[in-house]
């Protein structure tokens, strides 16, 4: 597989699946601002750092894939690094998304508990209603990356080491025909002869992910209802 289009199977799934996050995330953090300020706050800073994952992806694949792109990505990067060395509170700023965009997860949870803490009367059963749902999602996220053979990271030597990861569909010779022709298919096509379709593919992965996250959220609330009882704040 030639580098470009293998780059951009590794890191379309990323920018597809960090943006819709941050959309949601963004949304969610405008209309609980006034009711809960903390929550709204920090839900506002994990839709960054999930953008700012998202563009480091795009950078991935426009280095590549792109020249061009890729020049105007350093270009945006360097504007920025420039400003925040003379502008104290950009500078802050930017390292709080930076830190957010690489501790996701963490972030979620500590949101939650702000959730929790600042935005609930029974806080005991609220805490218990959370930590099954996001409990369930991160499973179920855990699920959707092995199966879709999507990227992971580590530290190593102070750097961040993105590897690759085997689909598990591809263990059934049905899903993996139908992918390899999808990605084929785009491959070799464009949308109006002009636009190519190599990241559709992954975007449909990033999109998978986003349904699968969305999807263990809502089974775990489910399962808080059958162990708990409905959320009366919610009825």
Known sequence: MPAGIQTIGLFAPIVASNAIFSARRASKGMNSIDENPLYGAMNMDIAAGQTLKGFKAAKEVAA?????AHIIAEGASEAIKNLSKTNNIVNGIGKVVDFTA????????????????????????????????????????????????????????GKTVTHLREA????????????????????TKKLFNKVSLKFVPGAVKGLAFVCASIAGYKSGSLLAECLIGKNDAEQ
């Open 64 to 68: 590549i894939s792109n020249s061009g």
């Open 102 to 157: 690489n501790n996701i997860n963490p972030i979620i949870c500590a949101t939650s508990a702000a959730k929790v803490l600042f935005g609930s009367d029974d806080k005991l059963e609220t805490g218990a209603r959370e930590i099954i749902s996001l409990g369930s999602m991160f499973a179920a996220e855990r699920a959707a990356k092995s199966f879709l053979g999507m990227p992971y990271t580590t530290k190593e030597g």
């Open 168 to 187: 598990l569909y591809n263990k059934n010779p049905y899903l993996k025909e139908q992918v390899s022709a999808l990605k084929d298919y785009c491959t």
